[in-house]
């Protein structure tokens, strides 16, 4: 099968149109182009076709058939089923740039009931915060995808590589699925290319990452972010002590696992809870800036603090270079999860019991053996602690560096990294040093965390980004600048399920 | 809501402007209220609100998230409408004509307060899409 990447192709960061004519690649041309397909891919898109450009000025390069394929994958493994709700603002909406109405307004005309809208008023001082249903963000995601006609943009491989082209604008490299395309390999030819990946992969504690590859056991040793449901069915038929290790999000959905189980199935479950970072009350260096925290956690409503998305910290983060944004990131970051007044109880009973331990530790190894035996580092000297599963809660991440299209953007792109060794951006989302003639390359998500804007990888944070590329598109003269009179309008329509509409003055082809 | 300094001030004045004054024209027809005693008043609130946006901003820094609750919004009318209530009671408040009864003052107040609240908490976003980006700011 002719098409394939030439050793020419492969050596040269800038390709002109007869290196890639000479290769057999099938050309195909597009404005612009989105790598990922996930929620990042999505909102962008959404806020380009309500500004008005047509979907045949738009290509999705996708491994995924929708775009919250992943999200929910990810959502259903680390204990968020469907019904559960997920962490995320109400006004935080990827199905509606505008984010009224709010997922509470909604879902209050949906069944009928104010109450809702009476916890959104009282969120955070009387009650917690408000956060809309798994299923609920699903089904609008859905609804959206269809109005916007975003199957129609879909195109699905696998993106290898993004090159400059010679002229301007960009070369995307996706290779099909086998025996759908003529060539092994396409070529899409954009003035625009925006990169929204999602997480390069997880990475594992190096103390599992060392047992799991030594005893090859994948089975008592798993990751949170990985399918791990038969630790909860074993433990539904025998008795076991399960270690939970880290102190964010994740290890609180887990806990509301295991301590939902024990009082719903009557279990013996027995917890031992280790904190590398153990916060034992509010924290933090002056009275303008200390977070709550106790029992091990910082609490916080969000991954960040609000005010990122919007408000006084995202205005100071854009501000901020070098070294004294690497300071501001450490300020405001560190693991932390919402306190949440289920989980408060469910962990008070716990403690009360004696069969929920929660403590700060270091775990030097971890030891096969009839059951796991870790060697933990803890202030009253090294222990040997016995469990039958450990969950690892930390939800690290792998290097940008280990995700191919990245680490070529980073070798031959010329994309370098930012303080937090993530990719560098503008305050556009265009990633700095890989501008190519009058085109340019965009990149949003987690990829870039570490910028001029924090929030990059949440629903808002996605919007925000999604805004800001779609303004930075309508100042080069390519997309129309969405202004108050077209955003009612298109407001509207998005209300009635409305297909969206190219715009009038969409005049480029 | 997540708002800046220059952006809370920036939202007061838009709202009362339109949102207020749209209240008015309704409401005054209905109350021993005159229109030029009734737009003072909302004048009033916008001016003397520039002090009260400084003394949130101030408290709003006691907050990590440095957000300020959807009800602190709401609430936040009491204080000032009693404060605004006491100068006109006071003649503190310059160009008004005759001061209005209290409870008419108090509804005029109380539906504008309300329907500037609620305006802030939702509609205002989808003509103005970057406004909650940039926390109130509209210029």
Not at chain 1, 232 to 238: C, F, G, N, V
């Amino acid at each position: 099968m002719s098409g394939e990447l030439t050793s020419r192709l492969l050596e040269s960061p800038l390709w002109t149109d007869a290196m890639v004519h000479e290769s057999g690649i099938e050309v195909r041309d597009v404005p612009f182009v989105t790598v990922g397909g996930g929620i990042g891919s999505f909102v962008t898109v959404d806020y380009l076709r309500i500004a008005g450009v047509p979907t045949g000025q738009i290509a999705v390069l996708s491994n995924i058939d929708h775009p919250w394929q992943t999200y929910q994958y990810l959502t259903r493994v680390s204990q968020i089923p469907v019904p559960e709700r997920i962490r995320s603002d109400s006004s935080s909406r990827p199905d509606n740039i505008w984010g009224f109405p709010s997922y509470a307004l909604s879902e209050a005309w949906r069944e009928r009931s104010v109450r809702p809208l009476l916890h959104v008023l009282g969120e955070p001082i009387f009650a917690d915060y408000w956060t809309p249903r798994a299923g609920a963000v699903f089904a609008s995601l859905e609804r959206e995808s269809a109005r916007i006609a975003y199957p129609d943009m879909l195109v699905k491989g696998v993106v290898r590589m993004v090159r400059r082209r010679a002229g301007g604008g960009y070369f995307t490299i996706l290779t099909p699925p086998a025996g759908t395309t003529s060539t092994k390999r396409v070529a899409y030819r954009s003035r625009f290319v925006h990169i929204a990946v999602g997480y390069p992969g997880l990475k594992f504690l190096p103390d599992l990452q060392a047992f799991r590859e030594e005893h090859g056991d994948f089975h008592h040793v798993v990751n949170a972010y990985e399918p791990h449901e038969h630790v909860y069915e074993s433990l539904k038929t025998a008795p076991g002590t399960v270690m939970v290790r880290g102190g964010g999000i994740v290890a609180s959905r887990v806990l509301q696992r295991l301590m939902d189980d024990r009082e719903k199935f009557g279990l013996q479950t027995e917890i031992e809870h280790v904190f590398r970072t153990f916060v034992t009350g509010s924290h933090g260096p002056h009275r303008w800036s200390r977070r709550k925290g106790g029992h091990g956690f910082a609490y916080q409503g969000f991954n960040y603090p609000k005010s990122v998305w919007g408000g006084q910290l995202k205005a100071k983060m854009r501000k901020l270079d070098g070294e004294e944004r690497a300071a501001e990131y450490r300020r405001m970051g560190g693991t932390n999860t919402p306190k949440r007044r289920r989980w408060q109880q469910q962990m008070q009973a716990g403690r009360d019991g004696g069969w929920y331990r929660a403590y700060r530790g270091l775990v030097d190894e971890v030891q096969p053996g009839n059951r796991l035996t870790s060697i933990v580092q803890r202030d009253d000297g090294v222990q040997r602690i016995a469990s039958d599963f450990i969950i690892d809660c930390t939800g690290l991440e792998a290097d940008i560096a280990d995700h191919r299209l990245l680490s070529d953007l980073l070798t031959n792109g010329g994309a370098g990294r930012n303080p937090l060794g993530r990719l560098e951006v503008e305050r556009t989302f265009e990633v700095k040093g890989t501008a190519s003639g009058d085109g340019a390359l965009y990149a949003s998500g987690t990829a870039t965390l570490g910028g001029y804007f924090p929030g990059v990888d949440t629903f808002l944070g996605l919007q925000v980004a999604a805004q800001e590329i779609a303004d930075d598109l309508a100042r080069r003269g390519w997309a129309p600048r969405l202004g108050p009179l077209r955003s009612t309008a298109q407001w509207i329509r998005w209300s009635l399920n409305r297909p969206v509409e190219g715009s009038a003055s969409w005049s480029r082809s | 809501m997540v708002p800046i300094l220059i952006g809370r001030i920036q939202t007061r004045f838009f709202l009362i402007a339109l949102v207020g004054s749209l209240v008015t024209l309704v409401l005054v027809p209905l109350l021993p209220l005159s229109y030029r005693d009734a737009f003072v008043v909302l004048l009033a609130v916008a001016v003397i609100g520039i002090g009260w946006e400084l003394l949130y901003h101030l408290l709003m820094q006691f907050r990590w998230e440095k957000d300020w609750p959807t009800l602190f919004g709401l609430l936040t009318g009491v204080p000032e409408g009693l404060l605004l209530w006491f100068l006109l009671k006071a003649g503190a408040v310059p160009l008004i004509g005759a001061v209005p009864p209290g409870w008419a003052f108090a509804v005029h107040f109380g539906v504008v307060w309300v329907a500037v609240w609620l305006a802030a908490n939702g509609p205002m976003r989808v003509p103005f899409l970057r406004w909650r980006f940039r926390g109130g700011r509209l210029v």
